[in-house]
């Protein structure tokens, strides 16, 4: 099946530092993938659409400055959260689709 | 504009009694309706996509139907481990893979 992988699964750091998500589909190409935000008993909140070889599109409310989004190739986009505040902890999941969207396995993000 | 409703927020079963999910949606049109499990702490597991009105699908003890405005996810005589979040979502044909989730139904099954 097709799988999608995420890195780191839990990352710690401190106010004001920047954490890079990486997102990866395993077996499979993907020209679009999406990065969802997801709060606690809550459902998926999508924050953008990444596209390879152009640039990402936010829904409306996403700081684009703040959540930099870069897909790198065919199999590879990156979540880059700039100078993190606590109000930014949250679970951030990737997907990408064939059909249907397939998930990766989430990013923890606590900010201290 | 485009939804999805899901209920009830949350279902609590015991073991062995059969249940139903509902998901109501509106939707321009539709490329696809999707059913996702999500344990708690991990990124949602795909089940079940259906394309049109009639049409179903099954997986162990879930079972998934779809009109032209719901679907449903059947489960039958469910076990503990069934427990966990079950989202609806649904992708518009407008191009490309958008998908609009629902909250989600957060199921209990109790031993």
């Known amino acids: 099946g097709a799988v999608v992988s995420q890195h780191p699964s839990w990352v710690i750091c401190k106010s004001g530092t920047s954490v890079k998500i990486e997102c990866r589909s395993l077996d499979f190409q993907a020209t679009t993938m999406f990065w969802y935000r997801q709060f606690p008993k809550q459902s998926l909140m999508l924050m953008a659409t990444s596209n390879e070889g152009s640039k990402a599109t936010y829904e409306q409310g996403v700081e684009k400055d703040k959540f930099l989004i870069n897909h790198a190739s065919l199999t590879l986009s990156t979540l880059t959260v700039t100078s993190a505040h606590p109000e930014d902890s949250s679970f951030y999941i990737c997907?990408?689709?064939?059909?249907?969207?397939?998930f990766g396995p989430g990013t923890r993000l606590t900010v201290l | 504009e485009d939804q999805v409703t899901q209920s009830p927020e949350a279902l609590r079963l015991q073991e062995g009694e059969s249940s139903s999910l509902n998901c109501s949606y509106t939707?321009?049109?539709?490329?696809?309706l999707f059913w996702y499990r999500q344990d708690p702490g991990k990124g949602p597991e795909f089940l079940f996509t259906l394309y049109s009105a009639g049409e179903e699908k099954e997986k162990e003890r879930l079972k998934a139907t779809l009109t032209k405005k719901e679907s449903f996810l059947h489960i039958t005589a469910p076990k503990p481990e069934d427990s966990a979040t079950y989202l609806c979502a649904v992708g518009p044909n407008t191009g490309g893979f958008k998908t609009i989730f629902g909250a989600g139904t957060r199921l209990f099954v109790k031993a």
């Open positions: 997907s990408a689709p064939i059909v249907e969207q397939f």
């Open positions: 939707v321009s049109g539709l490329r696809g």
